[in-house]
């Protein structure tokens, strides 16, 4: 990662009735570092997600994660984004917009092309390996399960591959639907997994499922099979 992930400076913006120069200058670095850490949903933090949803005539997507995965949770939806933002029209005064912002930025991306293009073939990477392994087999952790039931009785738990992928996996406990089996934290599966490194038959044992946006760090992974039972 570039060692320049702070590139705005407060003199290089005007201030508006809402947000002082500081502001938008700290939004552009938390923006810049985003992007070059590998665009990891981690790190698109709620500011970034509300100033950057007003920029650029975005939409809000209905909330940070419809955001995130219009964008950002696939390598070419970010190109897609690069290339929307840098045929964008700035509109509106620098004391009543970000207009200034975004011009900056534009100048920023194209001046910064390359390294961007390397993170995002960075992703690419990954996606593929997940691809190549599709239809084998891959130990996956029962990592946390929540205490309290939700709404609809179901308890949700926290799925963990050696592969990196995670999911949330709703499932409904024996106390509600006799039979079912309750699984215990740290019991171990070993699941055929799809193109995208989710088990194949991970409905069979949850009534929905959503994968973690981003990919676990080894440490995590490492941690979570200490537990293993």
């Known amino acids: 990662m570039s060692n320049n992930t702070q ?7 005007t201030p508006t009735q ?14 810049v570092r985003f992007m070059l850490n590998g665009f990891k949903w981690a790190d698109f ?5 509300k ?4 920029c650029f005539m975005h939409i809000a997507h209905y909330d940070r994660s419809g955001f995130y995965n219009t964008w950002f949770s696939d390598p070419n939806q970010i190109r897609e984004w690069l290339d929307y933002v840098a045929s964008a029209t700035p509109v509106g005064s620098a004391s009543h917009t970000y207009s200034d912002f975004e011009r900056a930025f534009q100048v920023w991306i194209r001046e910064n092309r390359a390294e961007i293009q390397s993170v995002i073939e960075g992703g690419d990477e990954a996606k ?8 084998e087999k ?8 929540s205490s309290n039931t939700g709404p609809f009785g179901h308890k949700q ?9 995670g999911f949330k996996g709703d499932r409904q406990p024996s106390a509600h639907v006799p039979g079912n089996e309750d699984l215990e934290r740290g019991r171990v599966f070993e699941w055929e997994v799809d193109a995208d490194g989710m088990p194949v038959e991970r409905n069979k044992w949850f009534e929905h499922t959503s ?4 990919k676990a760090p080894d440490a995590i992974i490492e941690e979570a099979f200490a537990i293993a039972i």
């Open 7 to 13: 590139p705005f400076e407060p003199a290089q913006f």
């Open 18 to 31: 809402f947000d002082s120069a500081e502001v938008k200058a700290s939004f552009g670095n938390d923006l």
């Open 45 to 49: 933090s709620d500011f970034v997600y």
């Open 51 to 54: 100033k950057l949803s007003n």
């Open 128 to 135: 593929q390996a997940l691809s190549d392994a599709a239809g």
């Open 138 to 145: 891959v130990e996956f952790i029962v990592y946390a399960i």
């Open 157 to 165: 738990h926290i799925v963990i591959g050696r592969n990196g992928v």
């Open 211 to 214: 994968r973690l946006p981003d």
